[in-house]
Each structure stands twice: as C-alpha cells, then as structure tokens.
C-alpha cells in the first residue's frame, strides 16, 4: 500500500485499539503511538509532494497537492497534540474518579476516528468522498460533545448534529448540483466527481446551475467552518466538549472545512470568473468578524470565549481568499498555519484553568486565577496576545498582509470595517483575559481550588506547544513554508 | 408513459410532504416519510428501467430498503420506547402553515425554471418539486418543537436532495451513493440514541426547551 493509503490507515487502527478494552498505559500507548505514527506519515507525504510525486490512491479519489499536504500537516500536527494532552486530561480526570470505563473507551476510541476523518477531507480529491468524510467527522464528534453527560451536553450535541447534518444537506444538494451541472462533460463513473476533472471541463459548466450549486456547497461547508450567520453550533460544542476534543474541532475540523470551501470556490472561480465565490467569502467572513465582536465583549464562558475567537479567525481566513488578491490568499494561508499554532495553547490553558475549577463559566473561575494557576494563566495570557495579533507574532504578520492587500484591493470599505473589528475584538478578548486572571480574588473562599495546578503531562504539552507558537513567530521550518507557498499556488493559480 | 410515472411519484412525494406539515401524530408522520421514501425509490427505479442504468437499481433498492423501511422502523421503536405520540402545538397553525408551503412551492418552482434546456419537461417537474419539498422541509424544521419531526424534517429535505440527484444528473457515481447512505443511516441511529437520552433526562422530546446555551 502506498504512503497515502497508510497514513489514513494508522489512526483507523488506533481507533480500533481504542475502543476495545485493555490495560490502561496500553491504550494510552496506542493513542499516543498511533497519532505520533500518523503525524509522521503525514509528514512524509507531505515531503514526498515537496519531492515532486503527487501522492494519490483510489484512482485520483485522493490526491495531495499544496493545499492538501498544508492542511494535512496541520491536521497531523494538532492531532498528536491532542492525543497526548487528552492522555493528560482523562489522567487528571481519573484522579477525581470522575472516569468511567465506558467514557475511557469512548475518548480512546473517538479521538483517532475523529482525525482519521478530518486527514480523510484534507485529502480527498473526490467531491463525494470529501462530503463522506466531512460528515464523519460530524458523526464522530457528536460523542466527544456527550462526554461529560451534562443536560447542556446534550442540548449542546443536539444543535450541533442538527445543525451540522443540515449543513450537509445543503453541501450534498451543492455538490449534486456541481455535479449537474457539467452533465456531459465530466465522463462516467467514480472519476467524474473528482475536483481536478472539473477544473479541466470548468468553462463548459452550466452557468446557473453551477451558481446555485456554489451557494448550496458555501452555505453548508460555512456551517461546518463556523462561519456567520451559521456559527451558533459552535460556541455551545466548545463549552461541552473535553478540550482536547475542543482542539480538534477548532483547528482540525477549522482547517478542513475551509479546505472544501475552498475547493468549491477554486471551481466557481474558473468557471465564472473571481466575484461570485469571492464575493461570498468576503461577505460572510467580514460577517463572521463583526458578528464574534460584541459575543466577546458580553462573554460569560471561557470557552465560549475560544468559540468566538475562532469564528472571528475563520471569518478573516475566508476574507483574506475573497479579497481576490494573491497577497489575500497567502495571507489567509498564513493565517490557518499560525492558528493552528496557537490555538492548542489556548484550549490547553482553559482547559486547565476549567479542569482546576470543574468549570469554565467565568463566575466558577473567579477572577485572579494568576495566584492559583500562574503557570496555565501565563499560558492563557501568551494565547490571548497571540491571537489578538499582537505583534511579533505570526498573527499579527498574516493579518497586515491580508490588510494590505484589501486596501491596495477594490474592498477598501470592506477592510476598513474590517480593521475597525480587530481592535474592538483585540479590546474585547484582552478586557475578558485581564478580568480572569487578574485582579484580587473576590472572597478568599475563591482562593482555594479543589485540586492545585501541578507539573503533569498535560501541562508538559501546554508548555511544549507554546513554545512551539511562539518560536513559530520567528522561524518557520523551511518545508513548512514551501508546503504554503505550494497551497497559494493552489488556491491563487488553481493548479 | 416514464415521463407520467415520474411525475406522478414526485407529484406524490410532495403531497406527502405537505401532510406532514398537516400532521401532529408522529406515527402518522413517521408512515408519511416511508411513502416519500418508497415513491422516490421507484423514481429510481423507473429512471433506471427507462435509461438502462443498471446502478441506480441498486440504488433504489438501497432508497427503499433503508429509507422506506429501516429508518421508519428504527424510529417508530424510539417513539414506542419513549412513549410520546403527538406533536405539540406548533409554533404556526396548521392552515397557515400550509398557506406557507403554497408559496415555497412557488418559489421552488420558479427556481426551477432557471436550470438549462435539456431540464425541461419531466426533469423541470422533479426539479421544481425537489426545491418545493427542500423549502418545507426546512420549514418543518423551523416550526416543530419535537425532537423526532425536527428528525423527520431534515430526512425530508435529504430526500429532496436524493430527488435532484436522480432528476437531474440520473445519479452520483455508485461508491458516492453507497458512502452518503451510510452516514445518513449513521446520522439518524445517533440523532435517535440523543431523543432518548433528551427524553431520559429532561422527560420531554419538545426541544424548544434546550435553551439554557445562550450568548
């Protein structure tokens, strides 16, 4: 079997291992083990493309190429962080005895099939599978939202499966209309659904039906990025789900529900020029942007907080594509990299801080955690100024170059407006951290945690990928930056 | 003769829906959906038979195997289970509910009108039908405080889609067909473990009252 083949095979395997049952460090060592194996193969594939071989299998079904192999490294990358995080996180948990054998096997399980999913979308080639694959990863997650059992749990899981499997309904109506609409030019069989046989017959398809088509597929993918107006999944699957679940979906799921978006945007703009799609893009990431602002400001939830930081990140991502400048694209590219660097940090921290509370709600935390959590509040605060964009880091340089490119562009109103949210969102999310962790605890009952902050695995990965965030700041690998240049190629070019 | 069957089975389809809409007994509605299911199965079938496609027999097979009896059945057992036979009042009554779907019907059909030459005539007939019945279903969506009709809603607008799928291109490609299946029996088996557990929990199937997440 092929690499490609493989690295999807491994976390499909570690899923398997998981759900059985076994000695504790087996699983964890199969968990661990598995996502390390699959980070690395997914690194390999990625290096076999920057080799010049297309890694593909399945006749084209799956095929990587710079846009893919971005998006798979980021994938690989944030799952093994997670696995080994949520190794940390149930230890702590089973501490508390608050873990069953039922929940052991669900998390062990669900995790590994959760990024098998995620690596399937960022590499299919296929618009049918791609939507297979996406709704997998609705389907494996819908548990890992239930994992704590709590009534809002399940009000949360209801929302998202809801909404999630309307989504796709609309992504399905958008891919069997694409689909018609190259009638008679796509061919016959498995083949005639693939991207790179509708970037070849794109000027042939039919203009209306592709139109209709492209606003069915947007809508649905958006509601599986999180774009506004159809977000509202999100900030309740944050709140329930375990962090290191949350991460996933907020990177993993993130990235590659932008990759379909992107791929249906790459179609419509071959075939009806740059506006349409672009247009779209533009529209409801400046949306996404404005609507996360005022949910910031009146949070009440730390994690809710991290939900509408990545609807706003999202909404610049898809903003930066639809500027419909080449400076735009990479900008976005760079975006989803360095948000992927980073997020993990934030999860990771509130999902300390939450863990050392057995809550995430702000008036469970109290304010002043600095005193009781230094290390997880530092880590909380680095996160915040990061993803504000706060200069030197990576956020800051991918914002400015999406913004130069709107105002050099013709959406300079747009990037106006646009500029406007950033710092009301920058006031907002720093106004929300200042609160938690600074400032006297209010009574000194609150100073007491049941369980204080101690070195453990969990913390050891929270500190490993701050770092990692922060020196990304400053140096990204080589290939990493080949492998962005290669996806701009991608999205820009359409090659 | 094909181009009258098809109609007629759209024709059915989205009369089924517009009972739905009508309808408070879930078993009824549940009944409702299988029929929707069995007449989109011979749409299949029949466009299968006309064109010598001999792949989308399989897939009305599968259309009629899992949508018109499995999942009805695996939703009826839910409803058994948890002892809960009515809808509640929605929030729209009846008649004006259906004064709605009227013009989503409309507006259905006049989207239709827009697809290329060759949709013209029976395929204009299902694709307009399909966009009507995508509209009610959302709709129902909308409007239904019950857990399973909110279910019964998104497999009506799945089934709008399956319609488009076999009117206008005669079907996706099979192993497309075959995955998509699956994840929709997938769905609906995790859609009816989470009813229970809400029906467990909060004693009631009216998700109106999942509103504690705000902000």
């Not at chain 1, 299919?124 to 791609?130: K, R």
């Not at chain 1, 949360?156 to 190259?182: C, D, I, N, R, Y």
């Not at chain 1, 703009?269 to 672009?278: I, R, V």
């Given at each position: 079997?092929?690499?490609?083949?493989?690295?999807?095979?491994?976390?499909?395997?570690?899923?398997?291992?998981?759900?059985?049952?076994?000695?504790?460090?087996?699983?964890?060592?199969?968990?661990?083990?598995?996502?390390?194996?699959?980070?690395?193969?997914?690194?390999?594939?990625?290096?076999?493309?920057?080799?010049?071989?297309?890694?593909?299998?399945?006749?084209?079904?799956?095929?990587?190429?710079?846009?893919?192999?971005?998006?798979?490294?980021?994938?690989?990358?944030?799952?093994?962080?997670?696995?080994?995080?949520?190794?940390?996180?149930?230890?702590?948990?089973?501490?508390?005895?608050?873990?069953?054998?039922?929940?052991?096997?669900?998390?062990?399980?669900?995790?590994?099939?959760?990024?098998?999913?995620?690596?399937?979308?960022?590499?299919?080639?296929?618009?049918?599978?791609?939507?297979?694959?996406?709704?997998?990863?609705?389907?494996?997650?819908?548990?890992?939202?239930?994992?704590?059992?709590?009534?809002?749990?399940?009000?949360?899981?209801?929302?998202?499966?809801?909404?999630?499997?309307?989504?796709?309904?609309?992504?399905?109506?958008?891919?069997?209309?694409?689909?018609?609409?190259?009638?008679?030019?796509?061919?016959?069989?498995?083949?005639?659904?693939?991207?790179?046989?509708?970037?070849?017959?794109?000027?042939?398809?039919?203009?209306?039906?592709?139109?209709?088509?492209?606003?069915?597929?947007?809508?649905?993918?958006?509601?599986?990025?999180?774009?506004?107006?159809?977000?509202?999944?999100?900030?309740?699957?944050?709140?329930?789900?375990?962090?290191?679940?949350?991460?996933?979906?907020?990177?993993?799921?993130?990235?590659?529900?932008?990759?379909?978006?992107?791929?249906?945007?790459?179609?419509?703009?071959?075939?009806?020029?740059?506006?349409?799609?672009?247009?779209?893009?533009?529209?409801?990431?400046?949306?996404?942007?404005?609507?996360?602002?005022?949910?910031?400001?009146?949070?009440?939830?730390?994690?809710?907080?991290?939900?509408?930081?990545?609807?706003?990140?999202?909404?610049?991502?898809?903003?930066?594509?639809?500027?419909?400048?080449?400076?735009?694209?990479?900008?976005?590219?760079?975006?989803?990299?360095?948000?992927?660097?980073?997020?993990?940090?934030?999860?990771?921290?509130?999902?300390?801080?939450?863990?050392l509370h057995s809550s995430s709600d702000f008036d469970r935390i109290g304010n002043g955690t600095f005193s009781r959590a230094p290390i997880a509040s530092a880590m909380l605060v680095l996160a915040a100024v990061i993803m504000?964009?706060?200069?030197?880091?990576?956020?800051?340089?991918?914002?400015?170059?999406?913004?130069?490119?709107?105002?050099?562009?013709?959406?300079?109103?747009?990037?106006?407006?646009?500029?406007?949210?950033?710092?009301?969102?920058?006031?907002?999310?720093?106004?929300?951290?200042?609160?938690?962790?600074?400032?006297?605890?209010?009574?000194?009952?609150?100073?007491?945690?049941?369980?204080?902050?101690?070195?453990?695995?969990?913390?050891?990965?929270?500190?490993?990928?701050?770092?990692?965030?922060?020196?990304?700041?400053?140096?990204?690998?080589?290939?990493?930056?080949?492998?962005?240049?290669?996806?701009?190629?991608?999205?820009?070019?359409?090659? | 003769?094909?181009?009258?069957?098809?109609?007629?089975?759209?024709?059915?389809?989205?009369?089924?829906?517009?009972?739905?809409?009508?309808?408070?007994?879930?078993?009824?509605?549940?009944?409702?959906?299988?029929?929707?299911?069995?007449?989109?199965?011979?749409?299949?079938?029949?466009?299968?038979?006309?064109?010598?496609?001999?792949?989308?027999?399989?897939?009305?097979?599968?259309?009629?195997?899992?949508?018109?009896?499995?999942?009805?059945?695996?939703?009826?057992?839910?409803?058994?289970?948890?002892?809960?036979?009515?809808?509640?009042?929605?929030?729209?009554?009846?008649?004006?509910?259906?004064?709605?779907?009227?013009?989503?019907?409309?507006?259905?059909?006049?989207?239709?009108?827009?697809?290329?030459?060759?949709?013209?005539?029976?395929?204009?007939?299902?694709?307009?039908?399909?966009?009507?019945?995508?509209?009610?279903?959302?709709?129902?969506?909308?409007?239904?405080?019950?857990?399973?009709?909110?279910?019964?809603?998104?497999?009506?607008?799945?089934?709008?889609?399956?319609?488009?799928?076999?009117?206008?291109?005669?079907?996706?490609?099979?192993?497309?067909?075959?995955?998509?299946?699956?994840?929709?029996?997938?769905?609906?088996?995790?859609?009816?473990?989470?009813?229970?557990?809400?029906?467990?929990?909060?004693?009631?199937?009216?998700?109106?009252?999942?509103?504690?997440?705000?902000?």
């Amino acid at each position: 079997m092929n690499l490609l083949v493989w690295t999807l095979v491994v976390p499909l395997i570690s899923a398997a291992a998981g759900g059985l049952g076994g000695p504790r460090p087996f699983k964890e060592a199969t968990l661990v083990g598995g996502l390390l194996l699959t980070f690395g193969l997914c690194l390999a594939t990625a290096n076999q493309f920057l080799g010049g071989i297309v890694p593909a299998a399945f006749g084209d079904a799956l095929r990587v190429d710079g846009l893919s192999a971005l998006v798979l490294v980021l994938c690989g990358f944030v799952g093994l962080l997670s696995a080994v995080y949520g190794v940390g996180y149930l230890r702590r948990n089973e501490a508390r005895r608050l873990v069953t054998p039922r929940m052991r096997r669900k998390f062990y399980a669900l995790i590994p099939a959760y990024v098998f999913a995620m690596l399937l979308v960022s590499v299919s080639n296929n618009l049918g599978i791609l939507w297979i694959a996406v709704e997998l990863t609705t389907l494996a997650s819908v548990f890992l939202v239930t994992f704590h059992d709590r009534d809002t749990s399940l009000e949360a899981a209801w929302k998202f499966l809801m909404l999630g499997s309307l989504g796709l309904a609309f992504a399905l109506l958008g891919t069997v209309l694409l689909f018609a609409s190259g009638q008679g030019h796509l061919g016959e069989g498995m083949a005639s659904l693939n991207w790179t046989r509708f970037m070849q017959v794109a000027p042939e398809l039919h203009p209306f039906t592709l139109r209709l088509g492209v606003v069915f597929a947007l809508v649905g993918y958006g509601t599986k990025a999180g774009l506004a107006p159809m977000h509202t999944w999100k900030p309740d699957a944050y709140r329930e789900a375990p962090s290191p679940a949350g991460v996933l979906m907020a990177v993993g799921m993130l990235n590659g529900a932008l990759y379909c978006i992107l791929r249906v945007h790459l179609i419509s703009k071959a075939s009806l020029g740059p506006e349409f799609s672009g247009g779209l893009l533009l529209m409801l990431g400046l949306l996404s942007v404005l609507i996360a602002t005022p949910f910031i400001l009146i949070q009440w939830n730390l994690k809710r907080l991290l939900a509408y930081s990545s609807i706003e990140h999202v909404g610049i991502m898809a903003l930066g594509v639809g500027l419909g400048a080449e400076a735009g694209v990479f900008g976005a590219l760079l975006h989803m990299t360095y948000h992927s660097l980073v997020k993990p940090v934030a999860f990771f921290s509130a999902g300390t801080l939450a863990q050392l509370h057995s809550s995430s709600d702000f008036d469970r935390i109290g304010n002043g955690t600095f005193s009781r959590a230094p290390i997880a509040s530092a880590m909380l605060v680095l996160a915040a100024v990061i993803m504000t964009g706060s200069p030197p880091f990576g956020l800051f340089f991918s914002e400015m170059t999406i913004l130069r490119a709107g105002f050099l562009g013709p959406h300079v109103t747009a990037t106006a407006v646009f500029l406007a949210a950033l710092i009301l969102l920058f006031c907002g999310f720093a106004y929300q951290v200042g609160r938690i962790v600074l400032g006297p605890p209010r009574d000194p009952a609150e100073r007491r945690i049941p369980q204080p902050e101690r070195f453990d695995l969990g913390m050891g990965t929270m500190i490993a990928a701050a770092v990692i965030a922060v020196v990304s700041a400053f140096y990204l690998p080589g290939p990493l930056m080949a492998l962005i240049r290669a996806a701009t190629q991608v999205v820009w070019g359409g090659a | 003769m094909t181009g009258n069957v098809l109609i007629l089975c759209a024709a059915g389809m989205l009369v089924s829906a517009y009972l739905m809409v009508a309808q408070k007994a879930l078993f009824t509605a549940i009944r409702l959906y299988s029929a929707q299911s069995l007449l989109l199965g011979i749409v299949a079938a029949t466009i299968a038979f006309s064109e010598a496609r001999h792949d989308l027999f399989v897939t009305a097979a599968l259309t009629v195997a899992l949508k018109g009896i499995l999942i009805p059945w695996f939703l009826m057992r839910v409803i058994d289970r948890i002892g809960i036979h009515r809808e509640i009042e929605p929030f729209l009554n009846v008649p004006a509910s259906l004064m709605v779907c009227v013009g989503l019907t409309v507006v259905g059909y006049r989207v239709s009108t827009g697809f290329p030459e060759g949709a013209r005539g029976v395929s204009h007939h299902l694709i307009g039908i399909a966009l009507s019945m995508l509209l009610i279903g959302l709709f129902l969506m909308v409007t239904r405080k019950k857990a399973i009709t909110q279910i019964l809603a998104l497999l009506t607008v799945e089934n709008a889609v399956f319609l488009v799928a076999v009117g206008v291109t005669s079907g996706m490609p099979f192993v497309v067909e075959l995955g998509i299946s699956f994840d929709v029996i997938l769905a609906v088996l995790i859609l009816g473990v989470l009813v229970g557990r809400i029906v467990d929990r909060f004693e009631s199937m009216d998700v109106s009252r999942l509103s504690k997440l705000k902000g």
